[in-house]
């Protein structure tokens, strides 16, 4: 049976949104819904993708519950990080040609900047994610276990920070494109390079935002979406690569990093029926500039050690070779924790629906999304597409 | 007790690790000042962190072998934001992936270096702050020589 998405919507996605996860979480469910001309009463599963600042044992229920939601055939909570919305999307496609569930809706929210703005540390919140035994004694940043994994990169490729720093540009520029990035203005390699440091090599423009907001999407049986408002945008291929919850228990850095990905993607793009060259836009999990590139080259765009080269001169930005997170991504749209992968499946329900104006990938009919997390321990690839198979 | 993050973020405190029934000789080691990981007495994987099975043969059979303390920088990156506030005198501060001579892996900090003299592969010797009477983390610090 085929599935697809029949709907996205956003919730207060930015620098503030003055309001719980929860709230988030119900907004975004319910723009969701308008989009597919649904309402709450025609769903009949729940996946959540929980909060970190108001995270519960049963989060997804305690949402229903929060929905007006009170009898479901399927809820589940998705615990996989960034990745968690790419891994939901597995699990509701799953779910339904399975007949456990015919409408369900996934939903990612959380307020990580406004709800910690009272904490002289913002990342605070999600270092409970880590080893607080064996990483937080010594001081590491959540983002400096990324600032690890770039530099050996950068070590074994001898890959530069000026070389590095077009993703930032790029990215910045597709943001640039887009009414509701949370930053927009133009940026070059030499503000990358010369940022503020927060974690050598990473500075401030090599790192994610931290935002809020909420993100959702109905997923149903292509059939019952095709009778839908909009149109239907369908998963083509799905792949999975889960390895150490640890980074530094990976056997390396690069070859074993990339091959995880490759592992999700191929599984992805064989299932799919597709050739890399069929690809008309990526979507890459980027809490840090690095995660691009490892994504291009694990998912088979640019040979190993060869993705910076790849990026010069523009191939990720919109009209360019390949449009990579065409909203701007994790580093230039928004980066509410979790809810910041989900906004990049919802970017490429928009390109492959045409809805996105300025920045719009010209006759995109395919996008490949991958999902990472744990510090790219954990992967999930999507193929979606606009045509039924 | 488990640490608080909230109370992380705000205070002063130190956040230290909360031995466990796996850890505790670990960190007992770290005590008396040796570096002391778990070796599997089926096929001789040593492995860090503390855990109930081997990650190569699944054996829960193992002794507590004391390593030599050697090893390298496999990747190290110099974090000059605080994590928390006790962090906040501390940074900027090397924050590095450990490779033991014994094969095995581990985040710590790398002291008594300029920075901008910590490199990867760079030869490094186990070093112990002791900070409570409970806890002694292990660190490292340039090799002698």
């Known amino acids: ?389 | 007790m488990p640490l608080d993050l909230e109370v992380i973020a705000h205070s002063l405190d130190r956040p230290l690790p909360t031995p466990n029934t796996f850890s505790q000789p670990f960190w007992d080691g770290a005590r008396r000042h040796e570096l002391v990981l778990q070796k599997c007495t089926e096929c001789g994987t040593v492995r860090y962190y503390p855990r109930p099975r081997c990650p190569t043969c699944l054996s829960g059979n193992h002794e507590w072998a004391r390593m030599s303390g050697n090893g390298f920088v496999y990747s190290f990156t110099i974090v000059h934001r605080p994590l928390a506030r006790w962090f906040a005198e501390k940074v900027p501060l090397v924050c590095a992936v450990i490779e033991l001579d014994e094969g095995v892996r581990m985040i710590s900090n790398v002291e008594d270096v300029d920075l901008g003299d910590v490199s990867i592969g760079m030869r490094v010797s186990v070093k112990f702050e002791d900070v409570t009477e409970e806890i002694t983390l292990p660190k490292f610090r340039p090799a002698p020589g």
Request: proline share 5%; with cysteine; glycine share 8%.
């Open chain 1, 1 to 389: 049976m085929e599935v697809a998405i029949a709907g996205v919507g956003e919730a207060r996605v930015g620098r503030d949104a003055g309001c719980t996860s929860w709230e988030l979480h119900v907004e975004a469910i319910e723009a969701a819904l308008a989009d597919a001309g649904l309402s709450i009463s025609d769903v009949d599963g729940l996946i959540s993708c929980p909060s970190t600042i108001d995270d519960h044992a049963r989060h997804h229920v305690l949402l229903a519950e929060q929905l007006g939601m009170p009898l479901k055939r399927y809820t589940d909570s998705s615990r996989v990080g960034g990745a968690s919305s790419t891994s939901a999307v597995r699990d509701a496609v799953c779910a339904i040609q399975a007949g456990m569930a015919e409408v369900i809706v996934i939903s990612s929210a959380d307020s990580q900047r406004s709800s910690v703005g009272r904490a002289d540390t913002p990342v605070i919140k999600m270092a409970h994610y880590h080893s607080l035994d064996y990483e937080i004694p010594y001081g590491p940043l959540i983002i400096s276990l990324y600032a690890l994994i770039a530099q050996r990169w950068m070590h074994e490729y001898n890959w530069t920070p000026e070389q590095i720093a077009e993703v930032a540009v790029s990215q910045r520029y597709n943001a640039s494109l887009h009414p509701n990035a949370q930053v927009r203005d133009l940026i070059s390699v030499e503000d990358v390079v010369t940022s503020k440091p927060i974690t050598d090599p990473l500075r401030l423009l090599n790192c994610s935002l931290i935002s809020d907001g909420g993100a959702a999407m109905v997923v149903t049986s292509a059939e019952r979406a095709r009778s839908l408002k909009k149109p239907p945008v369908y998963v083509h291929g799905m792949g999975n690569a889960y390895s150490y919850y640890f980074c530094w228990n990976l056997p390396d850095y690069t070859d074993y990093l990339r091959m995880l990905v490759s592992i999700s993607a191929d599984a992805a793009f064989a299932q799919a029926g597709i050739d890399r060259k069929d690809v008309d836009l990526a979507m890459v999990g980027d809490p840090a500039d690095i995660c691009t590139l490892i994504g291009i080259e694990g998912m088979r765009f640019a040979p190993p050690g060869e993705s910076v080269d790849f990026v010069q001169g523009g191939t990720l930005r919109v009209g360019g070779g390949l449009p990579t997170n065409t909203h701007g991504g994790c580093l230039s749209y928004a980066h509410p924790g979790a809810p910041g992968q989900h906004l990049h499946l919802i970017e490429a329900v928009r390109q492959l629906r045409g809805e996105c104006g300025e920045r719009q990938v010209r006759d995109a009919k395919f996008a490949a999304v991958h999902g990472n997390a744990g510090v790219l321990t954990s992967h999930c690839t999507l193929i979606l597409g606009n045509e039924s198979r």
